[in-house]
C-alpha cells in the first residue's frame, strides 16, 4: 500500500438483551508494529439476507488496444445491474506501463499487480472475473461472457451482509466494514477494502490510437487491505456480527475525493476465491 496504514478492528461486545457475549479470539492481520483488538458478538437471530451484490474485476491497461471496448462492456453491464453489480479497473502487467511524456497518472499499484499474480490465469488483455469464482481452474473470462457470468450470480442468495459506512477528517479515511452471517460457513473468510476512483482523463489506447481526453472509471487506486485480505479468525455461525475499522491516512492529492468510491468484499480462500458478498459507497 502506498500510504501508511493503520487498522483498528473492533468486534463489538453489545450488552443488550437477546445477544451472547464472546470473548476475545484474534484476528491475524499480519501487519507489523500495529495495534490491534477485537471482540465478538452473536445476536439471537440472523438478518435476512440482502440481495447479492456480484463484483467484476477486468484486468486492464492503459497501452491494450482492446480494453476500451472492456471498459464499455463493464459500464453497460453495471448499468443494467439495478445497482447490483460493482466494477473494479486493475490496470497491471505490461499493458499498464503508462506513457512517458504524456501520461499524468500511474495506474499501476502493487496490489493490482499482486492480485493477477495470486490467479495466475491470464488469457490475454482484456480478461475479468465475476465473483473470482472457478479458481484455480477457469477464473477469468473474455469480456462477452461477463454478462451471462454476473447474471448467473445475481441469482444467488448471500450467506452473509454486508455494511459500510466512512468519514474524511483531515484529509484522513476511516472505514467501517460490517459483517452480518446469515449462515454457517466452514470456509476460510478474507476481508478486503479497495479505493476507486471515476472520471480521470488520462491517455488510453483505442483502434483509433492514443486518445489523450479519454475517461478512466473504477480505477483500482489503493487498498486498505493486503491484496489478499484480512483472515477472519472468528467462527463463521449463523448470527456472528464482525465490525471492523480501517484507516487510510494522507489521502493522495491528485485523487478526485468527490469521484472516489470505497469497495469492500468478502471472499473464500481455503479451497477456491469465491466472493460471497460486497459493498461500495462514496468516500463520505
Known amino acids: 500500500m502506498k500510504t501508511r496504514l493503520t487498522i483498528l478492528s473492533i468486534l463489538l461486545i453489545v450488552a443488550i438483551s437477546g445477544c451472547k457475549e464472546i ?5 491475524d492481520f499480519n501487519v507489523p508494529g500495529e ?17 447479492r451484490i456480484v463484483l467484476l474485476e477486468e484486468f486492464t491497461g492503459v497501452k491494450c488496444v482492446n480494453c476500451p471496448t472492456a ?6 453491464i453495471i448499468g443494467n445491474s439495478s445497482g447490483r453489480a460493482i466494477g473494479v479497473a486493475i490496470h497491471s502487467g ?3 506501463v503508462k506513457y512517458s511524456g504524456i501520461s499524468q497518472h500511474d495506474f499501476k499499484i502493487n496490489e493490482g499487480e499482486a492480485i493477477e499474480a495470486m490467479i495466475n490465469d491470464n488469457i490475454g488483455y ?19 461472457l461477463w454478462e451471462t457470468l454476473v447474471d ?32 454457517d460457513i466452514t470456509e476460510d473468510n478474507y ?12 491517455p488510453q489506447l483505442g483502434f483509433g490510437g492514443v486518445d489523450t481526453f479519454y475517461v478512466h472509471n473504477n480505477v483500482l487506486r489503493d487498498m486498505l487491505t493486503p491484496f489478499n485480505g484480512f483472515k477472519i479468525q472468528h467462527s463463521q455461525v449463523a448470527g456472528r456480527i464482525i465490525i471492523q475499522e480501517f484507516f487510510l491516512g494522507n489521502i493522495p492529492a491528485e485523487w478526485s475525493q468527490a469521484n472516489c468510491r470505497i469497495i469492500a ?18 468516500f463520505n
Not at 495495534?35 to 440481495?51: C, E, G, M, V, W
Open 71 to 76: 471498459h464499455a462492456k463493464s459500464e453497460e
Open 23 to 27: 470473548g476475545p479470539l484474534g484476528l
Open 191 to 202: 476481508i478486503s477494502v479497495m479505493i476507486l476512483e471515476d472520471g480521470i482523463i488520462d
Open 265 to 282: 468484499f468478502v471472499n473464500q480462500f481455503t479451497n477456491d476465491f469465491e466472493v460471497l458478498q460486497a459493498i461500495q459507497k462514496p
Open 35 to 51: 495495534n490491534l483488538f477485537d471482540t465478538a458478538y452473536i445476536a439471537t437471530s440472523a438478518d435476512d439476507p440482502q440481495d
Open 152 to 183: 448467473d450470480e445475481l441469482l444467488i442468495g448471500t450467506d452473509v451482509n454486508m455494511y459500510l459506512t466512512s468519514s474524511v477528517v483531515n484529509n484522513n479515511l476511516t472505514v467501517r466494514v460490517e459483517l452480518h452471517y446469515i449462515k
Open 126 to 144: 482484456p480478461y475479468g472475473m465475476v465473483n473470482r469464482k472457478g479458481f484455480p481452474v477457469d477464473v477469468t473470462y473474455g469480456l462477452t
Open 94 to 96: 505490461v499493458f499498464a
